[in-house]
């Protein structure tokens, strides 16, 4: 279907994006606030939108996504949604009964100017139920965007300072990751004995067990009490600076919560990075298990480290991700020649973000000359793949084209995976997590080379 992307690149004075790297605001807010516990989250603008982004985030965790919407007609998009809104959160809280609703914005809102904080300050709201709101127009930014600032909009709204003096309790953003790392961040915290708070949490909610029954608002989730209490925590753990970074911050203005801005942990660094910020804050000892489990990881590295040494990678996806797995990579004597994300604001010295500086720091380390840009889409990321061949292509479902045009071997992680299952269950974070990546990356290196191997070359011990 690529085989007639040009190997020669051009300068685009358009600006234009071509086969996009992400996707937009809304999805990422509609994820974070999935992650509070009996929350509806709401799309203000058309129905068109909210089915989009259900089905997207349905076929990526393969479990159902509620969600409600203030089915914009045409008059609404001339005259304003305010009416629309104001019905939908008496129908929401009376139909579907949440304990809180979650108003996330589309284009069409934010581009006739609606002021949702005002609307909702002025909507009939029923006794004990809470409305919270973020602003995630879908031309700015990527779902990462959305995410962060659905996550912010949870401490503006939620987020109270109780106490007068700090508990011995950590707030965990984990960014934009599966329910199964999630899991597994939570099963590290506790194997040290820490009290936390993981907010948004969507363990539990879009990795629910079949019972047999159907539940509109699933066990798991962070509750409105949690999510008050995050003002009286002891340290904020930031993991991921593009998707967590925002709302740890706010919590530290508002209300002195100091933060730690940690990669997410992806790989054996970034997990030590983890561990030994939990265990200098809270004074406490690295458990054995976690030990055992580190030095299993090892081994494997060890044991496997010439499938890996000198292979070249291309990477794409969730800068967070992105940045995880090219540290990890690295860390097995990989090379990665190809790193690029579409979620924009991360060029190299901008304000917003410097993922480009992050990416050129660690290749800089290595002693590696590499393409590497944010706000890039998947031409651009082919086009380098046609100049300079690599060995292996990480990133989501939709690079598998690339894979096939190139004759690459191709390993799916990040969002959106929508051709396999499973892998929302499964980390990729954690010492074990680390483990599940190399026999994901071994797994596609061997297969292709048995693939290729002539009689005479196809081993049995490999």
Not at 56 to 71: E, G, I, K, N, Q
Not at 174 to 199: A, Q, T
Not at 246 to 272: C, M, Q, R, S
Not at 340 to 356: H, K, Q, R, Y
Request: with cysteine; glycine share 8%.
């Amino acid at each position: 279907m690529l085989d007639c992307t040009p190997k020669d690149i051009t300068e685009r004075k358009s600006g234009g994006i071509i086969n996009p790297a992400k996707t937009c605001q809304p999805i990422g807010a509609m994820y974070a606030a999935l992650g509070i516990h009996k929350c509806l989250p709401h799309s203000h603008g058309s129905q068109g939108c909210c089915s989009y982004h259900r089905m997207h985030l349905t076929r990526h965790f393969r479990d159902p996504v509620m969600a409600s919407t203030s089915c914009f007609t045409e008059g609404s998009s001339v005259f304003g949604g305010g009416a629309n809104l104001k019905a939908s959160i008496q129908n929401v809280f009376h139909i579907y009964k949440p304990d809180v609703m979650a108003i996330h914005t589309t284009c069409l809102t934010e581009t006739i100017g609606d002021d949702v904080s005002s609307i909702i300050k002025t909507a009939e709201v029923a006794e004990g139920k809470l409305v919270i709101h973020a602003n995630t127009p879908s031309y700015v930014g990527s779902h990462i965007t959305g995410f962060s600032n659905m996550t912010k909009a949870m401490v503006s709204y939620l987020a109270e300072s109780t106490s007068p003096e700090k508990k011995e309790q950590a707030n965990i953003i984990p960014g934009f990751v599966n329910p199964g790392d999630m899991r597994e961040i939570k099963r590290l915290v506790e194997s040290m004995g820490i009290e936390y708070i993981m907010f948004p949490d969507t363990s539990g909610v879009v990795d629910s067990p079949m019972t047999g029954e159907f539940e509109m608002y699933p066990e798991g989730g962070t509750t409105v009490e949690q999510l008050k209490d995050t003002g009286n925590s002891q340290i904020t753990l930031a993991l991921g600076r593009f998707a967590s970074s925002d709302p740890a911050d706010l919590l530290n203005k508002e209300y002195k919560v100091p933060v730690a801005t940690l990669k997410t942990p992806i790989g054996i660094k970034a997990t030590d990075a983890l561990l030994m910020t939990l265990r200098n804050s809270f004074a406490r000892e690295i458990p054995k298990e976690l030990e055992i489990e580190r030095g299993q990881l090892v081994d494997i590295m060890t044991d496997t480290h010439f499938h890996f040494h000198g292979k070249t990678v291309a990477i794409f996806g969730d800068p967070d991700i992105v940045t995880g797995l090219t540290e990890f990579v690295l860390s097995l004597g990989m090379v990665p020649l190809h790193v690029l994300t579409g979620t924009p604001g991360g060029s190299s010295n901008s304000a917003a973000g410097s993922f480009e500086d992050d990416i050129n720091s660690m290749l800089k380390g290595a002693g590696i000359e590499a393409n590497v840009k944010s706000a890039g889409d998947l031409f651009t990321l082919h086009q380098w793949i046609k100049n300079q061949p690599v060995d292996l292509l990480i990133g989501n479902t939709y690079g598998k084209y690339i894979a096939r045009a190139e004759d690459v071997p191709f390993m799916r992680v990040g969002f959106p995976i929508l051709d396999r299952s499973v892998h929302s269950y499964l980390p990729i974070v954690g010492y074990h997590g680390a483990m599940r990546l190399i026999e994901m990356i071994s797994n596609a290196l061997l297969d292709r080379a048995d693939r290729d191997a002539k009689d005479e070359d196809f081993e049995l011990v490999m």
